[in-house]
């Protein structure tokens, strides 16, 4: 079964520092996703992005993060100067399009740690 | 905006059904699903739900649906320990974003 594939899965990096987190989503999928859960706390929305644009963001997605889709296969989101509070499992989802009905495939994440 | 609420904890014991609720406020919401997160995977789709239905079976699996009373609950019956995970509510109003529940841990105990 196709499956969303993120790297690494634990990073562990010092504040200040640019962190890039990579996922490769399902090859015949056009719309991509980054959401974010903090420990204990719920799945959120960070952003979408169809088109080789972003289509929506929430208003945790300011200005140090950024995504990319550097070549066919990669979606990538940046973080260009973590913080404390960036620590998260970070996972990324694909979908074929954009209606809730195709579903979405979600990564198995992976684990932000800002020290 | 959308808000959705679950309750936070579930123990159940092994061959008992499980009832795990969610509520959510956006009347919009075209699609509700149930992700299962095991311990160190990810989000795995279990089911879900579209919003003219107000049941769907899927082997172990009953979903419920009151639009009026924007109630949504999974059933898992036969609750075996492999059940054992957190258990996300979702909705979706066709905005291209899922707003997830805080998560149901459900445990099953012997």
């Known amino acids: 079964e196709p499956e969303v594939t993120q790297t690494p899965s634990h990073q562990v990096t010092q504040m200040g520092q640019e962190v890039i987190l990579r996922c490769v989503p399902i090859s015949n999928h056009l719309y991509f996703y980054w959401y974010r859960q903090i420990l204990g706390q719920k799945v959120e929305f960070l952003v979408s992005?169809?088109?080789?644009?972003?289509?929506?963001k929430s208003e945790i997605f300011d200005d140090q993060f950024s995504v990319e889709r550097p070549d066919g296969s990669n979606f990538t989101l940046k973080i260009r100067s973590t913080k404390l509070e960036d620590s998260a499992m970070y996972f990324c989802?694909?979908?074929?399009?954009?209606?809730?009905?195709?579903?979405?495939?979600f990564g198995s994440g992976t684990r932000l740690t800002v020290v | 905006g959308e808000d959705v609420e679950q309750s936070l904890f579930l123990s159940v014991r092994e061959g008992d059904s499980s009832v795990i609720n969610c509520t959510y406020t956006?009347?919009?919401?075209?699609?509700l699903y149930w992700y299962k997160q095991e311990p160190g995977a990810g989000l795995q789709l279990l089911t879900y739900?579209?919003?003219?239905?107000d049941m769907k079976q899927d082997q172990r699996l009953t979903v419920l649906l009151n639009k009026k009373d924007k109630h949504l609950s999974l059933r898992i019956a036969d609750t075996q320990t492999g059940d054992s995970a957190i258990y996300f509510c979702a909705e979706d109003n066709n905005d291209y974003k899922l707003s997830f529940g805080a998560g149901t841990t459900v445990t099953v105990r012997a």
């Open positions: 992005f169809y088109n080789n644009e972003i289509s929506e």
């Open positions: 739900i579209f919003s003219n239905m």
């Open positions: 989802a694909s979908s074929p399009q954009g209606e809730a009905n195709y579903g979405y495939t």
């Open positions: 956006d009347s919009s919401s075209t699609y």
